[in-house]
């Protein structure tokens, strides 16, 4: 299995434009993950999917920030309108009910200007 | 709450010293898992190890090894003859009994010098 995948690696965006951020997790499981890692917070739960479906969004910081996951194989992470201050290393994660450890993706650099 | 505490922010070893890094957590839960994962310069979290809370026997990897207290509320990573290749950032994790939701500790960057 080619493991969780993230696309793009890197971003870098203007204040105000529209990001998109993808992932493609791991075949078979079922639940997904959206992490944002910064200096100041650490690694911050954004919101987590169960076959398809946002269980916990408590962590997404404000209505600019949305996630979707119309399949079992993809999800986005969107923001709109970007802000400097999201600027982080957006990680995906994915794992299977039973084995409760996550599997990462190698994470989006996003530097917003 | 949850909580995971990683109180030493970083530490720095010559090679073939072992060094451990430590893990202390806070749960309400009876049934909880405590994991580690490993960040290396390149960025991406590889996981290492899970422990359930019923299971209190420490483990081996290798030069890996866990030692897990729940007296103590510890969960503690020892590296045996570290190698340059240990540098990273190590993060202590922590799920409850619905392992959906993973707290973080803030890490730990080891760096081994040759």
């Known amino acids: 299995d080619a493991g969780v995948i993230q696309s793009p690696r890197h971003e870098v965006t203007e204040m105000g434009q529209e990001v998109t951020l993808r992932c493609k997790p791991i075949s078979g499981h079922d639940y997904l993950f959206w992490y944002r890692q910064t200096m100041m917070r650490g690694l911050e739960l954004l919101i987590y999917f169960n076959n398809n479906v946002p269980i916990d969004d408590s962590g997404m910081p404000e209505d600019r920030f949305s996630a979707k996951m119309p399949n079992a194989s993809f999800s986005t992470l969107k923001i709109q309108p970007s802000e400097p201050r999201d600027s982080a290393v957006y990680f995906c994660?994915?794992?299977?009910?039973?084995?409760?450890?996550?599997?990462f993706g190698q994470g989006t650099r996003l530097t917003v200007v | 709450a949850q909580k995971v505490t990683q109180a030493q922010t970083e530490i720095s070893v010559v090679e073939k010293e072992d060094v451990t890094l430590d893990c202390v957590y806070e749960t309400r839960d009876t049934t909880y898992y405590l994991f580690w994962y490993k960040q290396p310069p390149s960025g991406e979290l590889v996981f290492l190890i899970r422990r359930n809370s019923f299971d209190e026997q420490n483990e081996i990897s290798g030069r890996y090894s866990w030692n897990f207290q729940k007296s103590t509320s510890s969960f503690n990573f020892t590296i045996t003859a570290s190698q340059v290749v240990d540098s990273a950032v190590y993060f202590c994790?922590?799920?409850?009994?619905?392992?959906?939701?993973?707290?973080f500790g803030s890490g730990t960057k080891l760096n081994v010098k040759p």
């Open positions: 994790a922590l799920s409850g009994y619905n392992f959906n939701k993973f707290y």
């Open positions: 994660a994915s794992s299977l009910d039973f084995r409760p450890e996550a599997f």
